[in-house]
């Protein structure tokens, strides 16, 4: 479900996310209770909304941190997830360069990190003579400001360490993946690196929440066993992906496609690409090139040309009707690798993608069905 829409990157969370936010407002309110001994149980409870609600914008800003950078770095940001461990900002592609990786990896704790010292700093500035009070202990002199200040705090602080642990998939695994991948030049080895290190943590977690259980502790217990398992399914996953990923390496867009694609001549008329295309060969879109330097120039879709015809328009072109945004979003190089082509968002879209050379000339068709296939056979080989 959207909650927003912010620098065009839609932020949206599960419908699990819910629950947890209400499940934090009645766990806050207790919390709260203790810190407001004097406060009116309204504004105790209208305090726990306001904590829960910053919690999860915190989430929201640390991920728009790494959805900012990545589209600094000419990653596609198609949109931003929170869930109940937290928040995913998903893009488009893996990143292409150690230093890419760390940037996008290193911008949500740094915007973490900013969160906790500005608290942190609003806390010093209206509280106690001794600060320390109002963010680590209960006090007589709280108000509901500062419960929120000392409690944004602690949590931002918190999630800044965990997330900075060096083990895959969390932000401190990315960062140790970007500084082995830069020291081997092998991104899949650091990957794995970085997976296993995930994996090991997570079992911690995993043996700490089963302590918890065993002592009483059933809550934390649970929380921690369950945040375990899902930490080490996502630390497997990069394993097996980056074993996977080794074995695609190498596989182009230049190798999968089809060299001689049924196109459309910009000059061609509605009524000719409906009788000698759309109606011939049953496909939604066809690439529209330049016939004399076979340079891409846009997509030709079958809605817009049976438009025209049934508008009595049939003598339009496929110039006046092609989308040029289209063409340029459904447009990949030679050497894409498979490898990214499987996170393509685009290709699953459109179904296929057109591959140009450097000079924008049509070079061939790449069908998600030759993905496909292509991804059948790396799997039935290993």
Not at 266 to 287: G, I, N, S
């Amino acid at each position: 479900m959207q909650l927003a829409r912010v620098f065009g990157i839609r932020i949206g969370a599960s419908p699990g996310w819910f629950l947890f936010l209400f499940l934090m407002i009645w766990w806050l309110s207790d919390q709260f209770a203790l810190s407001l001994p004097d406060a009116s149980n309204t504004t105790t409870y209208v305090t726990a909304v306001a904590g829960a609600l910053l919690f999860f914008l915190s989430i929201a800003l640390h991920e728009l941190g790494h959805a900012v950078v990545a589209r600094r770095n000419g990653i596609d940001v198609l949109g931003i997830d929170l869930w109940v461990f937290g928040g995913l900002a998903k893009l488009s592609r893996d990143s292409q360069s150690p230093g890419e990786e760390f940037r996008i990896a290193a911008a949500g704790p740094a915007v973490t990190f900013l969160i906790t010292i500005l608290a942190t700093i609003g806390v010093a500035l209206l509280s106690h003579p001794d600060w320390s009070v109002n963010l680590f202990a209960d006090s007589d002199e709280s108000t509901p400001v500062l419960a929120l200040l000392g409690w944004l705090a602690l949590v931002n602080g918190g999630l800044l360490v965990f997330n900075l642990v060096p083990g895959f998939p969390l932000d401190g695994g990315r960062i140790a993946r970007a500084i082995a991948w830069k020291v081997t030049g092998d991104r899949h080895r650091a990957t794995r690196l970085a997976g296993r290190l995930g994996q090991g943590f997570a079992y911690i977690l995993v043996g700490l929440g089963l302590f918890l259980l065993a002592t009483g502790d059933v809550a934390d217990g649970l929380w921690l066993g369950i945040l375990g398992w899902f930490l080490s399914q996502g630390a497997r996953s990069a394993v097996v992906s980056s074993q996977f990923a080794e074995r695609i390496d190498g596989v182009t867009a230049a190798d999968l496609m089809d060299d001689e694609p049924v196109v459309v001549p910009r000059e061609t008329t509605a009524l000719v690409a409906q009788d000698e295309f759309f109606l011939r060969y049953h496909l939604p879109w066809f690439p529209v090139i330049d016939a004399d330097d076979g340079r891409l120039v846009g997509l030709l879709r079958q809605e817009r040309v049976d438009v025209a015809v049934a508008g009595g328009r049939p003598t339009l072109t496929a110039d006046d009707l092609l989308e040029r945004d289209e063409g340029a979003e459904a447009t990949i190089s030679r050497d894409t690798s498979l490898e990214v082509l499987l996170g393509s968002e685009p290709l699953r879209r459109f179904g296929a993608l057109a591959v140009v050379d450097g000079e924008g000339r049509l070079c061939g068709l790449l069908t998600l069905d030759r993905v496909r296939r292509a991804l059948a056979a790396s799997v039935s080989s290993a």
